[in-house]
């Protein structure tokens, strides 16, 4: 089977946008410094893109994650792959993913990541899809695209470990 990408948005676009949300951060967190928990593998080029652009001090963690389900449907069940190397305690955590789907994997996470004792815990993401949001109680703090309800890749997303690479977003047509 063979499937071809149609570009939703183009890698300025993403750009531009990661910059404008960099610098919402840098006023937010002005006086402090942020500690961005990233979530492997799919959130790791919006890091490093968010990173670059943060003007406040930054330290980084990275954690990988796996959600029991079948197909293209988490289940909200998540098993923790690599946790992080650092405690959490008194840091302002800023969970860096690269979509929000149904909402599960980052519900169960951050529940989990509360209980280590942040001084804060908020939210980034490079894409929302909020039509398919199950668990309303995720409040997204920073979204840089809320998108419709498609299969998209690039920019750390896959489709089948596939086109993580792909400097900008696109959807999937088969
Ligand atoms: P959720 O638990 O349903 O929110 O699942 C979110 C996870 O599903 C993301 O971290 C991605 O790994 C994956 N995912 C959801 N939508 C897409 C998509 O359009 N393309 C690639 N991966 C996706
Ligand atoms: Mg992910």
Same mark, same amino acid.
């Given at each position: 089977m063979s499937e071809s990408i149609r570009v939703l *948005? +183009? =890698?300025? #676009?993403?750009?531009?946008?990661i910059s404008q949300v960099?610098?919402? $951060? %840098? &006023?937010?967190?002005a006086g402090k410094a942020v500690h @961005?928990? !990233?979530? @492997?593998?799919?959130?790791?080029?919006?890091? !490093?893109e968010l990173a670059k652009r943060l003007t406040i001090p930054v330290s980084l963690d990275f954690m990988s994650v796996s959600s029991y389900g %079948?197909?293209? /449907?988490?289940?909200g069940v998540v &098993?923790?792959?690599?946790?992080?190397? /650092?405690?959490? /305690?008194? #840091?302002?955590?800023? $969970?860096? =993913?690269d979509i929000i789907d149904s909402g599960?994997? *980052?519900?169960?996470?951050? /529940?989990?990541?509360?209980? &280590?004792h942040p001084a804060s815990i908020r939210l980034c993401t490079l894409l929302d899809k909020p039509e398919r949001r199950v668990k309303k109680q995720v409040k997204v703090d920073y979204t840089c695209f809320s998108i419709p309800d498609e299969f998209v890749v690039g920019y750390g997303l896959d489709y089948d470990q596939k086109y993580r690479? @792909? +400097?900008?977003?696109g959807v999937v047509e088969f």
């Amino acid at each position: 089977m063979s499937e071809s990408i149609r570009v939703l *948005l +183009p =890698e300025e #676009k993403v750009n531009e946008r990661i910059s404008q949300v960099a610098a919402e $951060i %840098s &006023r937010d967190y002005a006086g402090k410094a942020v500690h @961005l928990v !990233c979530v @492997l593998k799919g959130g790791v080029f919006f890091t !490093c893109e968010l990173a670059k652009r943060l003007t406040i001090p930054v330290s980084l963690d990275f954690m990988s994650v796996s959600s029991y389900g %079948s197909g293209t /449907e988490s289940s909200g069940v998540v &098993r923790i792959v690599k946790d992080l190397d /650092e405690p959490l /305690e008194g #840091k302002e955590v800023l $969970i860096v =993913e690269d979509i929000i789907d149904s909402g599960r994997t *980052l519900a169960y996470l951050m /529940e989990i990541l509360e209980k &280590r004792h942040p001084a804060s815990i908020r939210l980034c993401t490079l894409l929302d899809k909020p039509e398919r949001r199950v668990k309303k109680q995720v409040k997204v703090d920073y979204t840089c695209f809320s998108i419709p309800d498609e299969f998209v890749v690039g920019y750390g997303l896959d489709y089948d470990q596939k086109y993580r690479n @792909l +400097p900008y977003i696109g959807v999937v047509e088969f």
